[in-house]
């Protein structure tokens, strides 16, 4: 069966830190892969996907690449802020059953970020 | 626009009640899931259902469980007889399901507490 596995954490980093965020996926075909975000009291959010190899998803200054040869969806940022202090799900969505797109998530990552 | 949501947001129950969680979905979203999200376990897609097709209840724990969708639009996932491990947040999410991009958009959820 299809499967995500991201690091755990937790991550705490200082503000304008670089933030690496690994994780790597199992799966017969071709899924689309996504980074979910969790900001404390809230519910989940996309922050950004790619859909087939060789893709690079972003937003808000977040980046993750789809490598296919590494089965590889790691998330990045440059310089993080307080302000993307959260829970970070990697997922992936499969085709299956004819049309069926059910998510397979990643156990999360805290991310702490210190001023 | 308005997005998911759900009630009620909290729901406190002893052992052995039944408990019934509403989710309605984006206005023409045709996908509706529901995932729970637990300390132990992460986050478990429960059921999916799409448009009049049968659906997928391949991730219901037991026959405690069940959910249904009227009209195509707003969802109950009623859980008979709780347990002390159903205590977890339940999320529904909907989607369009345009082409193969799977985005799906999640309620708040509803915390559940078995006491």
């Known amino acids: 069966g299809n499967s995500v596995t991201q690091m755990e954490g937790p991550v705490t980093l200082s503000e304008e830190a670089f933030l690496t965020i690994n994780c790597t996926y199992t799966a017969t075909g071709y899924p689309s892969l996504f980074w979910y975000v969790q900001y404390p009291g809230e519910g989940l959010q996309l922050l950004l996907k790619?859909?087939?190899?060789?893709d690079k998803g972003s937003n808000k200054g977040f980046e993750a690449t789809y490598r296919k040869e590494t089965t590889s969806f790691h998330l990045e940022k440059g310089s993080v802020q307080v302000s993307d202090s959260a829970v970070y799900f990697c997922a992936l969505s499969e085709e299956w059953g004819g049309s069926n797109y059910k998510l397979t998530f990643g156990k999360g990552t805290l991310l702490t970020v210190n001023p | 626009g308005a997005g998911v949501s759900q009630s009620p947001s909290n729901k406190v129950t002893e052992k052995g009640k039944d408990v019934e969680l509403r989710c309605d979905p984006i206005s023409g979203h045709t996908a509706l899931y529901w995932y729970r999200q637990s300390l132990g376990q992460g986050l478990e897609f429960l059921i999916y259902?799409?448009?009049?097709?049968?659906?997928?209840k391949s991730g219901l724990p037991s026959d405690r469980f069940s959910a249904e969708r009227t009209g195509g639009s707003v969802s109950t996932l009623t859980i008979q007889r709780t347990q002390q491990e159903d205590s977890a947040v339940y999320l529904c999410a909907s989607s369009l399901l345009a082409g193969g991009i799977n985005e799906q958009f999640f309620g708040p959820g509803t915390r559940l507490t078995v006491l």
């Open positions: 259902f799409q448009g009049n097709s049968a659906p997928d």
């Open positions: 790619a859909t087939k190899a060789d």
